[in-house]
Every structure is written in C-alpha cells, then in structure tokens.
C-alpha cells in the first residue's frame, strides 16, 4: 500500500482518510514537514505542500468535489484521451473513475522507493469503459513523496487485449502561482508547437521565454525533458521532469473563459498555470502484453531570475 521506504515508520509517512463523499484520500508525508494528497476518485493528485505548509498546487475556490466529475485543479490523469480529440469525453474517462489502492504491484526501480513515501493505486477496464473504448488495460500509478519535497508520479499502462491499441496521455498539472503577468516558462523557445486556440495551427515559439498577455493554449512537439516556470513574485521556479512524455501542453484560460466555467472563478485565471507533460502529437501505442511507462518529476526551488543548472544536476534531472 502506502510506505517511507528505509528511512522512518510508514505509519507516520502514510495516512489514508474519506472525504465527504466516502472516497479514500491518501496522505503522504515526509520527515520535514512536506505532503502529498491524492484522492482514489481519479488517483488525482490534489494537494502538495513545501515544509513551509505553502500549496503548491491549484485548486478552484469553485472546484465541483462530486463523483464521477474530476475536481478542477491539482494533477489530474488524462487517459486515454486528452481534450477532445477523439470520441471519448474531454480528457477521457480515467480521471473520473474510482481507482483502487494496488497492495501487491509490479516492482519498481529501487532508487523509486528508497527515502520516499509513496503509494500505488490501480485502475483496470470495466464493463462500462469497454463499452466505450473496447480496450482491455492495466493502469498503474505510483505517487511518491521525496525526503526533499519533490513530488513524483509514474504511469504504467499494460495492454491485456488480445489486439494494439493506441491512446494519448497527459498529467493535466495545476500549478498555483502568485500572479500570471509575472510569470514565464523557459525551456521551450524555438520549438514547434500546435496552437490550439486556432484550429492547431503549427507555429514555431519566437520568445526567449514564455509569458502571458492572454489565454494561451498550446501543444509544444518534442519538449525537452526539463522545463522550468519561475515565479518571480514568490521568487520560486517549478522545475518540470519528464520521461516517456515528449510533448508539452501550456493553458492559461485568461479571462473571457474564465467566465464561461462553471467550476472556475471568474478571476481565478490569475493565480494558475497548467503546464502538462503529455504524449499526444504521436499516440502510444502497446501490442498484446507490451507495457508503457511515463513519469512526472516535479520540484520547487527558491528562485530569482534564472534556475540553477547545478542543483537540477543533483537532483537527477
């Protein structure tokens, strides 16, 4: 279930809990003060803190907390589809299913489960999904908690069908920031990407950096494995790590959309960035027995201007 690997008593790193709709909530903690929670409605990730008690995550003041609809915020599972590109509902349905806490998983690396708290959770097809996606899967999801405060997440998809199947994928990442006008993204200049505000319109990034003026929505092709999103105001930078996820959505809704969600504040645009690893541009795709991995690696790092190459170096980015 939920352990600190080798280093104090899982009791203490792990707690599991109802919210108030009866759904199992796990907390992860570290030595130092840190968290991590993630309820089984979706395996969504919906809070992670800093030793300083400080959210590091989004979630909507309007957030709708009812299943089967995914709570709009934190880290949400985008599978087998994500947005509307194809016949499922937006974002696919693995968000929106009750997962199961997994008491007996396939090992893991062992440098993914020494000095960290953690917790595997699965999700298998159902008669339901199959009806609408006629594809038999496994889905294994690992969140951990690092004695450091980074949070980690791996997805493992197996496909159990007795024919390929392909789908997209994404970590749907809210990330709680102090005011978009002073924010940027960096690693992502020069590259392709697909404008999703027009008709995925295939433009290349001009600027040094990214910054926002307005709602932006757009897929970045062949990302690097690291990018960085400095908050100048907190004088803090989120430092994104991905592996088996090469593209890169940004989405800011700014404020003409914001008015249009219903669970979404009307100035709620301000304090957000979604900034999504994701395999979406060539969808995966698994042969009878094949497995695919994709992992998250996410940190938060007192900042100015620029991210210290050296301390992403130690930390295996």
């Not at 008709?199 to 897929?219: C, N, P, V, Y």
């Not at 645009?269 to 979604?274: E, N």
Request: proline content about 4%; charged content about 25%; overall charge negative.
């Amino acid at each position: 279930m939920g352990h600190y690997a080798a280093v104090w008593d899982d009791k203490a790193a792990t707690e599991i809990t109802k919210d108030w709709n009866g759904i199992d909530q796990v907390l992860l903690r570290n030595p130092h003060g840190a968290s991590a929670k993630i309820s089984l409605h979706g395996g969504q990730v919906i809070s992670w803190r800093n030793d300083q008690g400080e959210e590091l995550l989004f979630t909507s003041n309007k957030a709708i907390f009812k299943h089967p609809k995914s709570m709009r915020g934190g880290i949400q599972i985008c599978y087998p589809q994500f947005g509307d590109c194809g016949s499922l509902d937006q974002h696919g349905f693995a968000r929106n299913k009750v997962w199961v806490i997994d008491e007996n998983p396939p090992p893991l690396a062992s440098n993914e489960s020494f000095g960290r708290s953690f917790v595997d959770l699965l999700l298998k097809s159902s008669e339901e999904d199959l009806k609408q996606w006629p594809h038999s899967f496994e889905f294994r999801l690992r969140v951990s908690l690092a004695i450091d405060g980074d949070l980690t997440l791996i997805s493992r998809v197996r496909n159990i069908n007795g024919k390929p199947f392909s789908f997209s994928f994404a970590y749907h990442t809210y990330l709680s920031v102090s005011d978009i006008s002073e924010v940027r993204v960096e690693g992502l200049e020069t590259l392709d990407y697909l404008d999703n505000l027009s008709k995925r319109e295939l433009l290349t990034e001009q600027g040094d950096a990214i910054t926002f003026e307005s709602e932006i929505d757009r897929t970045y092709l062949r990302s690097p494995k690291v990018v960085a999103v400095l908050d100048h105001e907190r004088k803090r930078t989120y430092v994104i790590g991905k592996e088996g996820l090469p593209d890169t959505v940004v989405w800011n809704p700014w404020e003409k959309k914001s008015k249009t969600m219903t669970d979404f504040g009307d100035d709620e645009y301000k304090s957000m960035l979604c900034v999504d690893g994701a395999a979406l541009e060539r969808p995966i795709t698994l042969k009878p027995g094949e497995e695919w991995t994709g992992k998250l690696m996410l940190t938060a790092v007192k900042s100015s201007f620029c991210f210290d190459q050296l301390e992403l170096q130690s930390k295996g980015f």
